[in-house]
């Protein structure tokens, strides 16, 4: 797993996310993530809803700062990268915002 893991930038309060280069996720790799860094840890993929995008912000205890409807805008968006999307859709939602690199 280690071999096909990349660590975004951290973001405050202990939020790491880790983009993972192989296709498909298997419940059973959760609890090797968890061994391995030694941390708490969830699994999601960009929701397919607004709704279902607050609903997974609320259960992480981000408070919902986000507005539904451009939650759904920013959900039907053509971005290419799904990688900006899903960091857009942290942003939005209210999780901290990883630090400006220096310089």
């Known amino acids: 797993m ?25 419940d059973d ?5 968890v061994e ?5 840890a969830c699994v999601a993929d960009v929701p397919a809803d607004a709704e279902g995008a607050l609903v997974r912000a609320a259960a992480a205890d981000i408070p919902a700062t986000a507005q539904q409807p451009r939650i759904g805008e920013l959900l039907r968006s053509r971005e290419p990268m799904v990688e900006d999307l899903f960091s857009a859709l942290l942003d939005e939602l209210g ?9």
């Open 36 to 40: 391995w860094t030694v941390a708490p």
């Open 29 to 33: 790799f959760l609890l090797a993530l």
């Open 2 to 26: 280690k071999d096909t893991v990349q660590a975004w930038s951290p973001r405050p309060g202990g939020w790491q996310t880790l983009q993972f280069d192989h296709g498909l996720w298997e």
């Open 95 to 103: 999780f901290p915002r990883p630090p400006s690199p220096p310089g």
